[in-house]
């Protein structure tokens, strides 16, 4: 989905693990520099099926942690 563009920049909400982030490398990063702390998935675009982007998010993310 696309979010705001009022800053002329386009991105897109998606649910982790069907977009382009590297979520290995970014987990690393965090960890390899002491981050021992919370995160949080925002599934606001996904209201409709959230179940299933919630389910799905949990599985892509449990990996790394």
Known sequence: MIANTLTG???FHEI???????FAASFK???DHGFSGYGSVELYHH???WEKALTDSYRHLSQFV
């Open 9 to 11: 920049i386009v991105h």
């Open 16 to 22: 982790p693990g069907e977009g382009t982030l590297d």
């Open 29 to 31: 990063a965090l960890t």
């Open 47 to 49: 209201v409709a099926s």
